[in-house]
């Protein structure tokens, strides 16, 4: 073998042979865009198209009588009937209901995710034939309990999802591969330790790697879960509206249907600007032509803040990962709101290398979740699977119980964030009383010692421990986060040979039941 074929063997290796095996997709459930990836007979990721013929489907949807309608339509709908518009359900996972009322009724965000995936998935079969599998990817920030929403939405939407994926693990994975096939000499073998900054259209994520040949290690991530490239468009949408209510006394945020209209020309101003130094925003209002000049100097001005913010994160991960800014080989952005001039100049300066864009912004995390998928179907066959991903958990997992001294409820954290993963961390809890029969253990994610400040992910409560146990019997609960960052919990009675029943009793997430019903009302009412 000479040098040249040296540089992309490992790929070929875990991924030969997969095309002869069923086919499964990589989806970026995105929050203001999505995108659908799968390897083609050579293995190169491509980005499938919508039923528009467009590569990117916006991730809303609405109802048209009875039909759901998702992506382009529902987008075009917000200026006409922005109150009957599902925009950007991904940020209200992990609450109870949708923020809005959408045809009488506020549904679940996973389900309104659902309706999403379904439509993907439909575009996708249009053009590939019969599908079960895919990879779905997750903002690396993402709880526990959004995880479990979007595999639900996935499940909801008639898909197997063989994983979940952290999106920028998705970027670095799909950098991965096309180094290896871009650096002929074999650099892929020198360790290289990348910063993936992802600032998409409802998220942030900073993550830094390490990847050495087929090994992707995970050192450490953080991140916002409600921030993004909506919240630059806010700062132009505040600042028409101030303009409007100087000139004639009108508050756009009284008017929803108007706002959601403007948000619409806004976001486009905000694309403008980051090609052009002075775009302008116009419209019709109250029989009046309206026309506010914006400049890029200003925009960033009054954005500066979002911008700083983003960065504060990337100092502390790196902080997190143990290394300084000069260690890093890449950085790496990926998201479409890393287009904004001002993200580069600032990575630029602070990192003192010039930010990566090989790839596509929009479409690297699907086509990362693609090589996922490919991985995890060769994975089956003997002899492949030298690609490798290691992962951390973005939040620290832990225990509620009672400080003894002030009686008050306290986090005692039993997984730290950052750990690598898989990991499985025991507490050892004890019965208050003989004969107990039952103990409730509230879990939490979150670094606070305040059980407040974190989230709830639910309480498991361990039935049916044997009779007649004395008081103070140690009940051992061993919660393992996978891989993905999903949790399982087992529960053991030092002594006792059976494993005990237990169950997690979720917050704001769906039983099974409910989700049976969603699946079929999804599969009958989607386009
Ligand atoms: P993603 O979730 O990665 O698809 O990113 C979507 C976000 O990127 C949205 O907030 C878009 O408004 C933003 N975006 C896309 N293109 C541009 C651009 N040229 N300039 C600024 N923001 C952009």
Redesign the pocket.
Known sequence: MDVAETGCHWFVCVLGMMCAMESAVGIDL????SAVAILDQNNDPRTLLNSAGEP?TPSMMCFEGPRVVVGRGAAKAISTQYENVADCPKRDLGERVFRKVINGRQYPPEVLQAWILRKLWRDAQRQIGPLTKAVITVPAYFDEVRRKATMDAGWMAGIDVLDIINEPTAAALAFGIQQGRLFEIGQTNVPRRILVYDL???TFDVTVMEIDGGQYRTLATDGDMRL???D??QRIVALVADELVRRIGFDPFEDQQFSGNLWLKC?QA??EL??KARTAISFDLKGKSFHIELSREEFETRTRDLLDRTMFTVEQTLQEAGLEMDQLDVVLM????T??PSVVRRLRSISGKEPTRSLS??EAVAHGAAIRAGMILSSHVPGQGSLNVKNVNSHSLGVVGMDPDNKQHRNGIVIPRNTSLPVVAKRTFFTSKPNQRSIKVSIVEGESANPADCSLLGKCSIESIPRDLPVRTPIEVSFRYEENGRLKVSVQVKGVDSRLTHQLHRENTLTQEQMEGWRDFIDQSCE
């Not at 995105?30 to 865009?33: D, E, I, K, L």
């Not at 990926?334 to 709101?337: D, F, H, T």
């Open positions: 995105g929050t203001t865009y990117l998409g259209g409802g993004g490239g909506w630059w468009d976001e905000k694309r980051s090609i990926v998201g479409g709101s287009r904004m912004p929009d």
